[in-house]
C-alpha cells in the first residue's frame, strides 16, 4: 500500500529525466551549432553576393591567363584555374618532399656530430643549431635568396660550369637528366617482370635465412638479378630503331624554335590534332649564321666586369667554324679595339692594347684615364656548321639560338616607335621581320632508347634541357632545410641521449665496433623516440613552405594569392588553401604513424 | 542580442546622417580633406626626408583642398597599399583616393567608385638593359621576365606575348623592392609593369644608364583620382577640379601670372577663375576655388614638371599626358 502510494512522487517526469534531459541538451547543443553555421554561411554568402564576389567554386574551369615559372605537368597561360592552382599544389610537394628528406640526413648528421667525442665536430654542431634555430626563417629565406643566390653566382650566359654537366648561375641550377621517350613503353614489361622476379627473390632469401644456420645475404643477389632483367629488357628495347609514324619537326628559325609533333593525318602541317612529341631527340643542323652581342659593363657576383661580351653559349664542338668580328670593324680599328676571348667563341672582352705586348693584359679592358669600359662595342659571330644534339623538352620544343641570316645583320635602331594606343604593339614589330630571309635549318630525328639523356644548354638567355631548378626553388628549399635540420638535430641528439647507457655499454663489451655499436644498437632505439617530434618537423616545413613569397617561388600559397586577386573569390580559395595543406598534413601523419607504429616497441 | 541592435542602430544613424549632409559640407565642416595616397611610388606619391609627402598625385590632393577649403595644406594624408586602397574609400576614411589607381570597369561598378578625369594617361611598358639585343616583344622569345603579381600585369603579360607567339619565362615577384633587386642582379632579362612605376624605379638601379624603358607598350592605364560612388556632388567637385587644371595649362595660366588673368578677356578664364562667379558656385564652392588651386599648387604642366619633368630625376615625357592641343589626351570641357 505504502509502495502505491509513493508510486506517483517516484514517477520522475519526463523533463526531469535525466537521459532525456541529455538527448534534448544533446539536441539543443547541435541546433546552435547548426544555427551558428547557418547565420555565419549566410552571412558571409550575401555578404559576398552584395560586393558581387563569387562565393561557390564555378570559376575554377575559366581560363587562368597567370603565368608560371615552374611547372612540373604542361600548363600555359590558357589552362584553367584549377590545373594552376594544381600547379601550386605540385610545387608545394616538390619543395616538401625533397625538404624533408635533405633536413632528415643534415638533421641526423647534425644530431650525432652533436654528441661527437672531437671537440671541434661538437662545436661546429653545436654552432650551427643555436645560430639557426634562432633567426626567424622569414629572414633567413631572404638571406638565401637576396643575399647569396642572388648576387653570388655568375649571370646566366657566363654559368659556373661543374664536371658532369652541371651549370649553376643566378638564374638556377641545372644538370643532365634521364627521361622516358616514346619506346619507354617496350621497356616497361621488363622492368615489371624484374621488380617481381627481386621481390620473389628476396622473400626466397629470407626463408633460406631463417632455415639456414648460417647467415645468408638477403639482398645482393636479388637486386643483381634485378639489374640484370632491366639491363636486358632495355637492351632489348632499343633494339627496334625505327621511328615512330609520321615523327616531324615544325623549326622556327627566325625564333630558334621547333616542336617535334607526330603528323597523325598526315597533311605535312601541325594541326592542333596532332600530339607532340616530348623527349625526342634530335639533330639540328644549320649551314651558316650569325649572331650579335654588345660590350657590357656590369656588376656580377659581386665585381665590376668590364666590357665583357656574352654570345648565347655556343661551345666549340657545335661548330665547323666561328669567326667573332666587330659590328662595325671601321670604328674598332679606329680606337684600337682588339678582342680577347676568355671561353672560344661566346664569352670575352674587348680591349685596347696599351702596352703593344699583342695580347690582353688585366686593366686594358678598360679607359686608362676614366677607368670606364668599351660598352656597346657591337660584335658579330658567324657560325658555320652548327650542329648540335638537343632532346626536345616536355612539350616537344627544341631550341637553338636565335640565329640571323649571314651577312643581314639586324641593325641596333630597329626598334620602330609603337603607338601606345594599339595594345598588341608588338604585332608591327613581327610583321617587320617577314622580309627577312629565312635560314636553313634542318633537323633530324635520332631513335632513341627507353631513356634518353637531355643535356642542359643555354641556347638564349635560360637553361634548356636536362634539369632545371630555379634560384627561388633553391633559396627556399636551402632556408627550410637548413632551418629545419637545426630542430631534427636537437631532437636527434635528444633521441640518442636517451638510450640506456647500459645499452651501449652491453655492445661494445660484446666486441661490437663504435659503428656497429650506434647502427645496431643505439640508434634503432633512438630512432623510435626520435620519431614522433620529428613528423611534426616535416608537418612544420611543409606548412613553413608557404613563406614561398619571399623568394619568388610558386608554389601552392602564391597562386592561390594571385587566383584570389583575379577572381575575388576570397572564401573559396581560401577553403581549397585549407583543404590542400590539411591533405598533405594527413597523409605524411597517416604515412609516418604506421612507420611509427611498426618501429615501436612491441611489449607483451 | 538587444546591445547588437543598439549597436546596429547607432550605426545607422551614424552612417545616415554622413550620407544625408554629403561630402562636400563634411569637408568643409571638418576643414580638412583626408586623401589616400601612395608612400612608396617616388615621383607620384611618397615622403621626403622631413617626413612631408610629395607626388604628381599629393599635389592634385592639395589641389583640391586649396580649392575646397582654400589651403593647399589643409589635407591629411593616407597612405594605403594597393590592398588597402578601395576599403578606405568604401569606409569613408578617405574622402578621395589618388593613388596611380587605373579607372577600370569592375573598379566603376563592383568596387563602387567613380573616377574622375585621369590625370595620367599610364600604360605596361618593358624594362631592359641596353644592351640585351632586345628592341621589341618579339625579341623576348625564349627570355625571362620579372613581373609583380596581384595586378593586372601578369595577366597583360601573359595575353600579350601569347597572342605574338612568344615564349618566355617568368618570375612572379610579390613585393616590388624584391622585383628590381632580382632584375638587377640579372635573373630577368625584362622587367613589366607600369611605364610610370618603371621610370620611378629606373633612378635606383645599380648603374641606371645601363637600362632603358621600351617603347613597346601593352595596356591602357588611365590612373585617376576616385571618389565613393553615391555623391554626385562631391563628385563634380574633384573632377572639375582636375579640370581646372588641364584648362589653366591650355589657357597659359601659370601660379606665376595667374593674378594677370584674372584681367584676362576670355569668358572661359573668367568663369574659371571666378571672376564671373556663378559657374563655380554651382559646384557648392566659394567663386575663387579654382583661382587658389592654381595660385596655391598651379596648372597641370607645373604639377607634371614639378614630380615628373624633365628637371627630375625621372625625365617622363609627356606623351599622352599633353594637352589636346599638344597631340595629348589632357582635354577639359568648358567652364560654361
Given at each position: 500500500m505504502a509502495l502505491a502510494d509513493r508510486d506517483p512522487v517516484l514517477r520522475i517526469p519526463f523533463w526531469r529525466n535525466v537521459k532525456t534531459i541529455g538527448i534534448l541538451a544533446q539536441i539543443v547543443f547541435v541546433a546552435v551549432i547548426a544555427l551558428g553555421v547557418f547565420v555565419l554561411v549566410t552571412n558571409t554568402l550575401n555578404a559576398l553576393g552584395r560586393a558581387n564576389l563569387p562565393a561557390d567554386f564555378s570559376w575554377l574551369g575559366s581560363r587562368a591567363g597567370i603565368p608560371i615559372a615552374e611547372t612540373p605537368i604542361p600548363y600555359t597561360p590558357n589552362d584553367p584555374y584549377w590545373r594552376a592552382l594544381l600547379i601550386g599544389f605540385l610545387n608545394t610537394l616538390k619543395?616538401?618532399?625533397i625538404g624533408v628528406i635533405l633536413a632528415s640526413l643534415i638533421g641526423i648528421a647534425v644530431g650525432v656530430m652533436r654528441l661527437a667525442s672531437n671537440w671541434l665536430v661538437r662545436s661546429i654542431a653545436t654552432v650551427y643549431i643555436e645560430l639557426l634555430r634562432n633567426i626567424p626563417l622569414a629572414v633567413q629565406i631572404v638571406f638565401w635568396y637576396t643575399a647569396v643566390l642572388l648576387p653570388i653566382p655568375p649571370r646566366i650566359n657566363n654559368p659556373i660550369e661543374i664536371p658532369g654537366g652541371l651549370y649553376l648561375s643566378n638564374v638556377g641550377l641545372a644538370f643532365p637528366f634521364l627521361y622516358p621517350t616514346y619506346r619507354f613503353g617496350a621497356w616497361v614489361p621488363w622492368l615489371v617482370l624484374a621488380v617481381v622476379v627481386a621481390v620473389v627473390g628476396v622473400v626466397w632469401r629470407r626463408r633460406l635465412a631463417q632455415r639456414s644456420e648460417r647467415p645468408v645475404r638477403v639482398w645482393p643477389l636479388p637486386l643483381v638479378a634485378l639489374a640484370a632483367i632491366a639491363a636486358g629488357g632495355y637492351y632489348v628495347a632499343s633494339l627496334d630503331r625505327t621511328l615512330p609514324d609520321g615523327l616531324a619537326v615544325d623549326f622556327t628559325i627566325d625564333r630558334g624554335r621547333g616542336v617535334v609533333y607526330r603528323d597523325l593525318d598526315g597533311n605535312g602541317v601541325r594541326g592542333p590534332r596532332d600530339p607532340l612529341m616530348p623527349?625526342?631527340?634530335?639533330?639540328?643542323?644549320?649551314?651558316?649564321?650569325?649572331?650579335?652581342?654588345?660590350?657590357?659593363?656590369i656588376t656580377e657576383s659581386g665585381q665590376l666586369v668590364r666590357s665583357t661580351f656574352r654570345f648565347?653559349?655556343?661551345?666549340?664542338?657545335?661548330?665547323?667554324a666561328a669567326v667573332v668580328d666587330f659590328g662595325d670593324p671601321e670604328e674598332a680599328a679606329e680606337r684600337g679595339f682588339a678582342i680577347h676571348f676568355t671561353r672560344f667563341p661566346s664569352r670575352g672582352v674587348v680591349y685596347v692594347d696599351r702596352d703593344g705586348d699583342g695580347e690582353f693584359?688585366?686593366?686594358?679592358?678598360?679607359?686608362?684615364?676614366?677607368?670606364?669600359?668599351?660598352?656597346?662595342?657591337?660584335?658579330?659571330?658567324?657560325?658555320?656548321?652548327?650542329?648540335?644534339?638537343?632532346?626536345?623538352?616536355?612539350d616537344g620544343q627544341v631550341r637553338t639560338p636565335a640565329f640571323s641570316p649571314s651577312g643581314t645583320v639586324r641593325s641596333a635602331e630597329v626598334a620602330p616607335?609603337?603607338?601606345?594606343?594599339?595594345?598588341?604593339?608588338?604585332?608591327?614589330?613581327?610583321?617587320?621581320r617577314d622580309d627577312i630571309v629565312p635560314l636553313e635549318a634542318d633537323v633530324e630525328l635520332l631513335p632513341a632508347g627507353p631513356l634518353v639523356l637531355s643535356r642542359v644548354h643555354v641556347p638564349v638567355s635560360s637553361y634548356e634541357g636536362g634539369m632545371r631548378l630555379t634560384v627561388n626553388y633553391l633559396a627556399l628549399l636551402l632556408a627550410l632545410v637548413v632551418y629545419t635540420s637545426a630542430f631534427i638535430g636537437e631532437i636527434v641528439r635528444g633521441g640518442i641521449q636517451a638510450v640506456a647507457k647500459g645499452q651501449r655499454e652491453a655492445a661494445l663489451a660484446l666486441g661490437l665496433s663504435p659503428s656497429q655499436t650506434f647502427s645496431l644498437v643505439v640508434f634503432p632505439q633512438a630512432l623510435r623516440i626520435v620519431l614522433p617530434p620529428v613528423i611534426s618537423q616535416y608537418l612544420n616545413l611543409t606548412k613553413n613552405s608557404s613563406l614561398a613569397p619571399l623568394a619568388g617561388y610558386g608554389e601552392l600559397f602564391v597562386i592561390a594569392t594571385i587566383v584570389q586577386n583575379q577572381t575575388g573569390a576570397s572564401v573559396p580559395v581560401a577553403l581549397l588553401l585549407i583543404a590542400s595543406y590539411l591533405l598533405i598534413s594527413f597523409v605524411f601523419a597517416f604515412v609516418l604513424n604506421i612507420v611509427n607504429d611498426?618501429?615501436?616497441?612491441v611489449e607483451r | 542580442m538587444r546591445k547588437t541592435l543598439l549597436v546596429l542602430a547607432v550605426l545607422v544613424l551614424i552612417v545616415g546622417t554622413a550620407f544625408g549632409q554629403g561630402k562636400l559640407q563634411e569637408v568643409q565642416a571638418r576643414g580638412e580633406l583626408r586623401c589616400g595616397v601612395n608612400q612608396t611610388l617616388p615621383g607620384f606619391g611618397s615622403v621626403d626626408a622631413a617626413g612631408e609627402f610629395e607626388g604628381f598625385d599629393v599635389d592634385f590632393c592639395r589641389s583640391l583642398a586649396a580649392a575646397v577649403l582654400g589651403d593647399a595644406n589643409a589635407v591629411t594624408f593616407r597612405a594605403l597599399s594597393a590592398q588597402e586602397r578601395f576599403t578606405a574609400v568604401q569606409s569613408g576614411e578617405v574622402d578621395v583616393l589618388i593613388r596611380n589607381t587605373t579607372f577600370t570597369l569592375s573598379r566603376d561598378t563592383t568596387v563602387g567608385l567613380n573616377f574622375t578625369a585621369p590625370t595620367f594617361y599610364d600604360g605596361q611598358g618593358f624594362m631592359v638593359r641596353t644592351d640585351s639585343g632586345i628592341n621589341t616583344l618579339a625579341d623576348f622569345e625564349g627570355r625571362s621576365i620579372c613581373v609583380q603579381s596581384g595586378t593586372t600585369t601578369e595577366l597583360n603579360l601573359a595575353d600579350v606575348l601569347g597572342a605574338l607567339d612568344v615564349q618566355f619565362t617568368p618570375v612572379i615577384f610579390e613585393s616590388a623592392p624584391q622585383l628590381v633587386?632580382?632584375?638587377?642582379?640579372g635573373q630577368c632579362d625584362g622587367w613589366t609593369t607600369d611605364k610610370s612605376g618603371l621610370a620611378s624605379f629606373l633612378p635606383t638601379l645599380g648603374v641606371p644608364s645601363d637600362h632603358r624603358i621600351m617603347d613597346a607598350t601593352i595596356s591602357k592605364e588611365p590612373l585617376g583620382p576616385a571618389v565613393l560612388h553615391g555623391d554626385d556632388q562631391w563628385y563634380d567637385v574633384v573632377k572639375w577640379v582636375v579640370y581646372a587644371t588641364f584648362a589653366a595649362e591650355e589657357y597659359g595660366i601659370t601660379s606665376d601670372n595667374i593674378d594677370e588673368a584674372l584681367e584676362s578677356p576670355n569668358p572661359q578664364v573668367r568663369r574659371m577663375l571666378g571672376v564671373d562667379p556663378d559657374q563655380v558656385q554651382g559646384l557648392g564652392l566659394s567663386a575663387d576655388a579654382m583661382y587658389q588651386a592654381i595660385l596655391q599648387v598651379g596648372n597641370y604642366a607645373e604639377i607634371y614638371d614639378r614630380h615628373l619633368g624633365p628637371d627630375t630625376q625621372f625625365d617622363i615625357p609627356r606623351g599622352l599626358n599633353a594637352p589636346y592641343t599638344g597631340g595629348g589626351l589632357l582635354y577639359s570641357p568648358p567652364f560654361n
Open positions: 619543395i616538401a618532399g623527349f625526342a631527340s634530335t639533330i639540328v643542323r644549320i649551314a651558316e649564321a650569325e649572331l650579335t652581342a654588345s660590350t657590357q659593363n648565347p653559349m655556343i661551345l666549340e664542338r657545335n661548330v665547323e693584359t688585366p686593366g686594358e679592358e678598360s679607359d686608362a684615364e676614366t677607368g670606364i669600359g668599351y660598352g656597346g662595342v657591337r660584335l658579330v659571330m658567324t657560325v658555320v656548321g652548327y650542329e648540335r644534339h638537343i632532346v626536345a623538352d616536355r616607335a609603337l603607338n601606345p594606343f594599339s595594345v598588341f604593339g608588338g604585332a608591327a614589330a613581327a610583321e617587320s611498426r618501429l615501436a616497441l | 633587386s632580382a632584375y638587377d642582379d
